[in-house]
T-cell receptor
Framework: KNEVEQSPQNLTAQEGEFITINCSYS?????LHWLQQHPGGGIVSLFM???GKKKHGRLIATINIQEKHSSLHITASHPRDSAVYIC??????????FGTGTSLTVIP | DTAVSQTPKYLVTQMGNDKSIKCEQN?????MYWYKQDSKKFLKIMFS???????INETVPNRFSPKSPDKAHLNLHINSLELGDSAVYFC????????????FGPGTRLTVL
């Protein structure tokens, strides 16, 4: 079993839909990261959070430390949101564990 | 100006060769990383390097060795390349390890023939 589990693996949505991607982890963490990998391959960091909730534009990330669970929400989804979203968790030994990614396709 | 840069972007080589991938960051960060992304797009950390302390993922073969001439550079040397080394390799940096946002390089696609 992977230390970090993401769901769903693949997601297709209509433009404008509200999207949720989930991440559950089993290792102890200092902070959880959400990454976005564009179709061209580049990776950008979306959020780094250790508690509560963060918001950037149409993206919202939440984390529940007790339940070892985080969610990434996209409001009013747009075709340019199509990408792979990856959850990453560093453990107390500073090793990073990655989820397998969620491939999102937003259809116009 | 690119924050984290890698060279080359593409690298095609024969099995058994030795090759290097270079990484530079101009963000003044203290920590740098190397990741491998396999054909199934799964990311795995290979190394993290912080203030001359190297943390190695135990699954990485010792044919892979990171070398850091200074805080802004972390190069990846690979000896005796194997077919299974074909992957995309990403360099990244952060202010400190674990609790800070990471900035990724564009990746180097290595193909071993």
């Amino acid at each position: 079993k992977n230390e970090v589990e993401q769901s769903p693996q693949n997601l297709t949505a209509q433009e404008g839909e509200f999207i949720t991607i989930n991440c559950s982890y089993s290792v102890g963490i200092s902070a959880l990261h959400w990454l976005q990998q564009h179709p061209g391959g580049g990776i950008v960091s979306l959020f780094m959070l250790s508690s509560g909730k963060k918001k950037h534009g149409r993206l919202i990330a939440t984390i529940n430390i007790q339940e070892k669970h985080s969610s990434l929400h996209i409001t009013a989804s747009h075709p340019r949101d199509s990408a792979v979203y990856i959850c990453a968790v560093p453990n107390t030994g500073n090793q990073f564990y990655f989820g397998t990614g969620t491939s999102l396709t937003v259809i116009p | 100006d690119t924050a984290v840069s890698q060279t080359p972007k593409y690298l095609v080589t024969q099995m058994g060769n030795d090759k290097s991938i270079k990484c530079e960051q101009n963000l003044g960060h203290d920590t740098m990383y190397w990741y491998k992304q396999d054909s199934k797009k799964f990311l795995k950390i290979m190394f993290s390097y912080n203030n001359k302390e190297l943390i190695i993922n135990e699954t990485v073969p010792n044919r892979f060795s990171p070398k850091s001439p200074d805080k802004a550079h972390l190069n990846l040397h690979i000896n005796s390349l194997e077919l299974g080394d074909s992957a995309v390799y990403f360099c990244a940096s952060s202010q400190a390890i674990g609790r800070n946002e990471q900035f990724f390089g564009p990746g180097t696609r290595l193909t071993v023939l």
